[in-house]
C-alpha cells in the first residue's frame, strides 16, 4: 500500500480486536468500516486494545493476530497491552458500562493525541470502550460504532438456559456511554432507532458495505449447503440446533451441511452422515466454492450477520431466520424463517425443485441489490460529516515513524543454545504464526510494561521459538527477569517434548510472575510430593490446565497436578498479586506427581492460560 498523502485528514479507529485476520464478523465489522474511511479520503491509525488476544490465551488459544497485514494497511498501527483482567461474568445483574475499559486505554488515548494533535476524530468500536473518549481533546469528533446492543443482551441466553461470556449492559448504562460520543453508528435500522432514543448524540445508519466479489447464478444443484462462523454463542447456540435437525432423517441423497471457521474448534464430534467440518479456511473463495447454498439459522444475536453480507457478495443463495437476516430488511419468506426447522424445510424444498431453486437466487440478489444501495448512501453521508468537521485539520507534516509502519529497525534474531534445546528470539511484528519450519514452536511473547510512551505501542515484540536439538550441550541459557505472555502451544497443548519443556522451564525461570507466594512440602511419597500454599482464586475451582516445574539449582524436573483441595485455614498469608488485577487467594493443598523429582528443588513455577505463579518452597518443620 503507498504511503498516505501528508494533507490526507487522519482518524484513530480504536478497537478491542484487530484488523486481520479477518476471521470473524466483529473483525469483518471493523475492516469495512476503515475501507470506508479511507474510501472517504481518510488516513486510518488504528489502535488495537488487545482485549481478543488475553481472551484466546485465557481459552487456551494462540491468538489469531496479524500485524504484519494491518501494518500494510493502515497508516500507523498501534499496540496497546490488555494487563488489567477482563472479567467475563459478573455477580450484579449486568456489567458496569465502563468494568471493560481499563485506565491503560484512556491513557493511550490521552499520549496519541499528544503525538499526533491534528487527528480530527476518534472512533471507538463497541460501547464499553466509551470512557476512553472522555481522553480525547475539545474540537476533535468523536464517535462510537455499536457493532451491537448491550442493554439487557444476557435476556438472549434464557431460552438456552446458558450464561453470557461477553458484554452486557443495562440501558442506564448503554445510554451513559453513547452519550459520550458526538456521533452514533448503528449497524442496522432497528438498532438505530433504539439508540436514537437512549442518548442526544447524533445517530447515524452505517450497514457495511459488501463489495460483489462474484454475479449471482442458479447453481445447477444443491448438493452442499453451507455455514461460516467464529466459535461465539450466538453461532453455536444456533447451528448446533441446526445440526440436530438437519441430520434427523438425513439421507445420501440430501444435501450435505459443510461448516468452515474458528467455529471448527468447537463443534468437536459432531461429524457424521450429512455433516462435514471444513475448519478455518484462510480464503473465504475456499468455501463458497463448496457452497451452494448458504443458511442462516441464527436464533439469538443482535447487530448484523456479517456472514450473510459475504455469502451474498460471493453470489451465493441465503436461506436464513428473520434473526438471521435482520438488518438486511427481507422480504421473500425463505429469508424470514421462524426456526431452524423451517430453515431445513425451505432447503429441502429449493434441492427438489429447479423452479424454487431460481427464484430463491433472484430474491436473494434483489436482497443484496437493495442493501448495497443503502449501505453506500449511509456510507456517504457518514463520510460527507467526516469531510466536513476534520477537512480542516490535515496534518502539516507526515506521520511518524516510529511507531506502526516496520520500516525503521530491520527485524532481528539472536539465537541461544543448551541443554538439547535452541531457543530464537525473533524481533519483528510476526504475530500470526504459532510455529516456524526452522525456528520450532513459538513459546512466550514480550509484553511491554508502563504507558505513555512509543516503545510501549509499538506493535514490535521480541518472540521465542524453541526447537529440541539433542546435540546442544551444556546448561540451557538464563533468560533473566522477562515480562512475557506463554504460547499455549507450551503451557497446554505441550508439542514439545518432556525434556524440552524441562529446559525451557530452566530458562524461564526467572519470568516476571503474575502471582507469586510461599508453600510448605507437607508431603514427599516415591514419586509424589503434596504442597500446602496459595492460589488465585480463580484456579482452585473448576479445570485449569497447568504446567508445572520444580526448579533447582542445577535441574528441574515436570510435575503432573493431580489435584487442588481447597483448605479451611490458610497455611501461609505470604501472597503479592503483581498484577493488581487478580482475584483473592484461597489456601489450598496441591499434590502432584513426577517421575523424578530434585530434593533441592525450592521454587516452583506454575503455568497456567491465566499466567504465571511462582511459588517459594519450604518443607514442613511439623
Not at 63 to 82: G, Q, S, W, Y
Not at 276 to 297: H, I, K, N, S, T
Not at 549 to 564: K, P, Q, W
Request: charged share 25%; with cysteine.
Amino acid at each position: 500500500m503507498p504511503p498516505d498523502r501528508p494533507d490526507k485528514p487522519a482518524i484513530l479507529v480504536l478497537a478491542p480486536m484487530p484488523a486481520a485476520p479477518v476471521s470473524a464478523g466483529n473483525r469483518r465489522r471493523l475492516a469495512a468500516t476503515c475501507e470506508a474511511l479511507t474510501r472517504g479520503g481518510f488516513a486510518i491509525d488504528l489502535a488495537y486494545y488487545a482485549h481478543e488476544d488475553q481472551i484466546y490465551r485465557r481459552f487456551g488459544q494462540h491468538p489469531p493476530t496479524d500485524f504484519r497485514a494491518m501494518e500494510a494497511t493502515f497508516r500507523n498501527v498501534f499496540l496497546i497491552e490488555a494487563r488489567t483482567v477482563i472479567p467475563l461474568k459478573t455477580r450484579a445483574t449486568s456489567f458496569g458500562i465502563d468494568e471493560w475499559c481499563p485506565d491503560e486505554v484512556g491513557a493511550f488515548v490521552a499520549w496519541y493525541f499528544s503525538a499526533y494533535p491534528d487527528t480530527g476524530a476518534a472512533l471507538v468500536n463497541y460501547v464499553f470502550l466509551s470512557r476512553a473518549l472522555e481522553r480525547v481533546p475539545p474540537g476533535v469528533l468523536t464517535l462510537i460504532d455499536t457493532h451491537d446492543r448491550f442493554a439487557g443482551r444476557q435476556n438472549q441466553y434464557r431460552p438456552f438456559r446458558a450464561e453470557p461470556n461477553f458484554f452486557y449492559t443495562d440501558a442506564a448504562g448503554e445510554a451513559q456511554g453513547l452519550s459520550r460520543a458526538d456521533v452514533v453508528l448503528a449497524i442496522q435500522a432497528a438498532e438505530a432507532g433504539i439508540f436514537a432514543g437512549q442518548t442526544d448524540s447524533r445517530v447515524l445508519l452505517l450497514p457495511p458495505h459488501f463489495p460483489a466479489r462474484k454475479s449471482f447464478s442458479v447453481p445447477d444443484q444443491v448438493k452442499r449447503i453451507g455455514f461460516l462462523g467464529h466459535g461465539n454463542d450466538p453461532n453455536l447456540f444456533s447451528i448446533g440446533r441446526f445440526i440436530r435437525v438437519w441430520r434427523d432423517g438425513w439421507t445420501p441423497d440430501r444435501p450435505e451441511l459443510v461448516i468452515a471457521g474458528e467455529i471448527c474448534r468447537s463443534l468437536p464430534g459432531v461429524e457424521g452422515p450429512g455433516v462435514r467440518l471444513l475448519g478455518y479456511l484462510d480464503r473465504l473463495d475456499e468455501f463458497y466454492a463448496q457452497a451452494d447454498l448458504v443458511v442462516a439459522p441464527m436464533l439469538m444475536g443482535s447487530g448484523l450477520k456479517m456472514k450473510v453480507g459475504e455469502a451474498l457478495s460471493f453470489g451465493r443463495p441465503v436461506i436464513g431466520t428473520e434473526i438471521g437476516l435482520e438488518g438486511f430488511e427481507p422480504e421473500a419468506p425463505a429469508h424470514r424463517c421462524r426456526d431452524a426447522e423451517a430453515v431445513k424445510e425451505v432447503v429441502l424444498a429449493v434441492a427438489d425443485d429447479a423452479d424454487a431453486l431460481a427464484h430463491l437466487t433472484r430474491a436473494s440478489e434483489a436482497l443484496f441489490t437493495r442493501y448495497a444501495a443503502a449501505a453506500l448512501a449511509a456510507e456517504a453521508e457518514l463520510t460527507g460529516l467526516l469531510r466536513a468537521r476534520c477537512g480542516d485539520r490535515a496534518p502539516a507534516s507526515p506521520a511518524r515513524q516510529d511507531v506502526g509502519q516496520g520500516t525503521p529497525e530491520a527485524e532481528r534474531a539472536d539465537t541461544f543454545r543448551g541443554g538439547g534445546l535452541v531457543l530464537t528470539c525473533e524481533t519483528s511484528t510476526r504475530s500470526l504464526p504459532a510455529a516456524d519450519p526452522d525456528l520450532g514452536v513459538l513459546v512466550a511473547t514480550e509484553r511491554r510494561p508502563g504507558q505513555g510512551t512509543a516503545d510501549v505501542y509499538t506493535p514490535r515484540r521480541q518472540r521465542w521459538f524453541a526447537r529440541a536439538d539433542a546435540s546442544v550441550d551444556g546448561a540451557p541459557p538464563d533468560l533473566g527477569a522477562l515480562d512475557v505472555a506463554l504460547s499455549p502451544e507450551w503451557v497446554r497443548d505441550r508439542k514439545l517434548p518432556p525434556e524440552t519443556r524441562v529446559a525451557l522451564a530452566r530458562s524461564f525461570a526467572g519470568i516476571q510472575a503474575d502471582w507469586e507466594t510461599r508453600g510448605r512440602i507437607v508431603g514427599r511419597a516415591g514419586d509424589r510430593i503434596e504442597i500446602a500454599t496459595l492460589l488465585p482464586g480463580v484456579l482452585v475451582n473448576g479445570t485449569h490446565p497447568a504446567l508445572a516445574f520444580l526448579i533447582a539449582e542445577e535441574g528441574a524436573s515436570e510435575l503432573r497436578l493431580e489435584r487442588v483441595t481447597p483448605l479451611h485455614r490458610r497455611g501461609t498469608d505470604i501472597y503479592a498479586d503483581l498484577t493488581g488485577r487478580l482475584p483473592a487467594p484461597l489456601p489450598v493443598s496441591l499434590s502432584f506427581r513426577a517421575a523424578s523429582m530434585p530434593s533441592d528443588g525450592r521454587r516452583l513455577l506454575f503455568l497456567t492460560d491465566d499466567g504465571i505463579g511462582r511459588i517459594l518452597l519450604a518443607e514442613d518443620a511439623a
